[in-house]
């Protein structure tokens, strides 16, 4: 190559070599987007769940975060209700 | 997940316009009278080493600051600069190997700089591959920072190798190589498509980096809440 007179025709591998920069940076753009929708959906999704369990469990949990007032006169209120079933029964 | 903040959005922008004028002035530089076209390849090649082995400096950095403040945000900024990083440096090995063949008559020659590139690259390979292997977050994060920290002494080495030993890579920044094969001097117009490169791959980098740290603080919300869900 260095006792030639005329430049090489090299252009193939130019080409050869923008086109693979380009595609592996193409790629991995790609890949970030789709990462980035694929957890996107999953966010969603266990947020869609965690809201459904919110809804099925709360029975002790609601008692929980009542008030100490509100719960024992929620209390009083349910064991006078048993109280007129059993009579009624 | 936060909308895209608008910073971001504008680098998303200068990145594309900058990688696409680069582009141009790269194919528009004078042609190498030995080479030919394939020299063109060297704007694109040395504009992506420069910035993958500033990732992996960085990598080291944030793994110094990770140990030294267990933060897991700082193992977070090391994997988006690990990450980068790895996929600008497997480009500048391809378009070395390309180049070479036309210049060195080979694709691949086992040369100090070449070697140290590839062991470079194997090494952060393995960085991930120990990460998959390990499921509880802090320890993961100690010994990704304590691998990046050790690995990041391989960028150096990588920059150096054809100023310590003998090799026939050219040495394009700070110095010449007499036994280089396939050195050149540039022109005006080579230096400011080299140049524009450089500034080209360093907002790309930056661009790329801050997509991959939001990724990393998604994929982190995710994990929080699965063991949410699942406790």
């Known amino acids: 190559m260095f006792f030639q007179e005329a430049t090489p025709d090299t252009s193939g591998y ?28 999953d966010m969603t999704m266990l947020e869609e769940m965690e809201d459904s369990a919110a809804k099925v469990i709360p029975a002790p949990e609601q008692e929980r975060r009542r008030s100490p007032a509100q719960s024992a006169g ?10 007129s079933q059993k009579k009624s029964s | 997940m936060q909308p895209k903040p608008l910073a971001l959005k504008i680098i998303d922008i200068v ?17 190498e009278r030995v080479m030919g076209e394939v020299q063109k390849v060297f704007y694109f090649h040395i504009g992506t080493a420069w910035t993958a082995l500033l990732g992996f400096i960085l ?3 944030f793994s110094v600051v990770y140990l030294i ?11 988006a600069a690990i990450e980068v990083s790895l996929v600008f440096f497997f480009i500048t090995i391809v378009l070395g190997s390309i180049w070479a063949r036309p210049a060195w008559n080979t694709w691949w020659t086992w040369d100090p700089r070449l070697t140290t590139a590839a062991i470079t690259e194997l090494i952060y390979i393995a960085y991930f591959m120990l990460r998959q292997g390990i499921d509880d977050p802090d320890r993961r ?21 054809i100023r310590l030993f003998r090799t026939i890579h050219p040495v394009v920044i700070g110095g010449s190589n007499p036994e280089a094969e396939g050195a050149f001097s540039m022109t005006p117009d080579m230096r400011t498509a080299f140049f524009f490169a450089l500034f080209a791959f360093t907002v790309l980098f930056i661009d790329l980096f801050w997509n991959r740290i939001r990724l990393g603080s998604l994929q982190d919300q995710v994990e929080q809440l699965k063991l949410k869900v699942s406790m």
């Open chain 1, 14 to 41: 130019m080409i050869a070599g923008y086109v693979i920069a380009f595609l592996v940076m193409g790629l991995y753009v790609f890949s970030l987007y789709l990462r980035s929708r694929n957890l996107r959906q």
């Open chain 2, 15 to 31: 990145a594309l316009i900058t990688l696409i004028v680069a582009t141009y002035l790269a194919l528009s530089a004078p042609t």
């Open chain 2, 59 to 61: 990598a080291a950095v």
């Open chain 1, 74 to 83: 929620r209390k009083r209120a349910k064991t006078v209700t048993k109280r």
């Open chain 2, 141 to 161: 994060a100690r010994f990704g920072a304590v691998y990046a920290l050790v690995g990041g002494l391989s960028a150096p080495i990588t920059f150096f190798a």
């Open chain 2, 69 to 79: 403040t267990k933060d897991l945000r700082w193992d977070r900024l090391q994997v």
